[in-house]
């Protein structure tokens, strides 16, 4: 009995240790991924002589802070617009994206024809071409549909890179359900489109919620083409418009380009965690292949 009980001793200690150790690794990573994030906070509220000063704490206020760059950054530049250009943007190439990207899924992982994963593996394809080969030719695009120096030459562009990669994820996700549902859907009267509507549709919703936050923050994040197809002010997005207004020349205004930054990814990231159970699921389901 004694030696039992020392046996489960060892092993609560044991697991008690090992619990602190994963929670402790836990901890410690969400504290070097935050640290940024902190800093560019932290950073939006400082005076110039505090940020400036080498010997100051980066990570705490030396002096008092000041909402004077944040308030610079909303009052002083077309940040709103910026905003509302890349909310406008992004919403209408997921839209692109989901609408091209789901049927053409649809047709390689139901339709059983031999070219079917060749042409799978070719559309991916596309989408590791670099933007830096492609955006002359593709500027030559826009100005031939006229549509330069506005929000729609990025609209009509960022699809080409969206769509090829969630057509790759969307045939995973639509592998992973079975055949078995919709053709008793259709058994039950419905059309072939009515059972991947009410049948099949729902079942990748997940996959479907992946598609749109990729596409989204990936449309969000790109630079090259924003830059090169538009340069009007009243029609960029933040990936552009918040370099081209603070920085001016050889001067930067760090606080309001932290300040940008934080206010910039805060709903991102909130709508990421809102989702990330379907989000990872999405991926995880598209890992199977039947």
Request: include cysteine.
């Given at each position: 009995?004694?030696?039992?009980?020392?046996?489960?001793?060892?092993?609560?200690?044991?697991?008690?240790?090992?619990?602190?150790?994963?929670?402790?690794?836990?901890?410690?990573?969400?504290?070097?991924?935050?640290?940024?994030?902190?800093?560019?906070?932290?950073?939006?509220?400082?005076?110039?002589?505090?940020?400036?000063?080498?010997?100051?704490?980066?990570?705490?206020?030396?002096?008092?802070?000041?909402?004077?760059?944040?308030?610079?950054?909303?009052?002083?530049?077309?940040?709103?617009?910026?905003?509302?250009?890349?909310?406008?943007?992004?919403?209408?190439?997921?839209?692109?994206?989901?609408?091209?990207?789901?049927?053409?899924?649809?047709?390689?992982?139901?339709?059983?024809r031999p070219w079917g994963t060749p042409m799978g593996i070719a559309i991916f394809m596309v989408y590791l071409v670099?933007?830096?080969?492609?955006?002359?030719?593709?500027?030559?695009?826009?100005?031939?549909?006229?549509?330069?120096?506005?929000?729609?030459?990025?609209?009509?562009?960022?699809?080409?890179?969206?769509?090829?990669?969630?057509?790759?994820?969307?045939?995973?996700?639509?592998?992973?359900?079975?055949?078995?549902?919709?053709?008793?859907?259709?058994?039950?009267?419905?059309?072939?489109?009515?059972?991947?509507?009410?049948?099949?549709?729902?079942?990748?919703?997940?996959?479907?919620?992946?598609?749109?936050?990729?596409?989204?923050?990936?449309?969000?994040?790109?630079?090259?083409?924003?830059?090169?197809?538009?340069?009007?002010?009243?029609?960029?997005?933040?990936?552009?418009?918040?370099?081209?207004?603070?920085?001016?020349?050889?001067?930067?205004?760090?606080?309001?380009?932290?300040?940008?930054?934080?206010?910039?990814?805060?709903?991102?990231?909130?709508?990421?965690?809102?989702?990330?159970?379907?989000?990872?699921?999405?991926?995880?389901?598209?890992?199977?292949?039947?």
């Amino acid at each position: 009995m004694t030696t039992h009980a020392a046996l489960r001793r060892r092993y609560a200690r044991r697991h008690l240790a090992a619990r602190c150790g994963v929670y402790g690794a836990a901890v410690t990573a969400a504290l070097v991924c935050a640290l940024p994030f902190l800093w560019s906070l932290v950073s939006a509220f400082k005076q110039n002589r505090d940020l400036y000063d080498p010997e100051s704490n980066p990570f705490a206020f030396n002096e008092p802070a000041t909402p004077d760059h944040v308030t610079f950054l909303f009052s002083d530049t077309p940040f709103l617009t910026f905003a509302g250009n890349t909310l406008l943007v992004g919403a209408l190439v997921v839209a692109i994206t989901l609408a091209l990207a789901l049927p053409a899924a649809y047709s390689l992982a139901r339709l059983d024809r031999p070219w079917g994963t060749p042409m799978g593996i070719a559309i991916f394809m596309v989408y590791l071409v670099p933007p830096s080969l492609l955006f002359l030719s593709l500027t030559r695009v826009v100005v031939a549909l006229g549509l330069e120096d506005t929000l729609w030459s990025m609209v009509a562009v960022y699809p080409t890179i969206t769509v090829p990669v969630s057509i790759w994820l969307l045939i995973g996700f639509l592998k992973a359900v079975p055949k078995d549902i919709e053709e008793q859907a259709m058994v039950d009267g419905y059309s072939r489109l009515g059972a991947f509507l009410r049948a099949v549709l729902p079942l990748v919703f997940p996959g479907i919620v992946a598609v749109v936050v990729f596409s989204f923050t990936l449309t969000a994040s790109e630079f090259v083409y924003a830059l090169a197809f538009v340069s009007a002010s009243p029609e960029m997005v933040v990936s552009t418009g918040v370099p081209t207004q603070l920085v001016r020349g050889d001067v930067f205004f760090w606080q309001s380009l932290q300040a940008a930054t934080v206010i910039t990814a805060v709903p991102i990231a909130f709508v990421f965690n809102l989702f990330l159970d379907r989000f990872v699921t999405g991926f995880t389901m598209g890992a199977v292949k039947t």
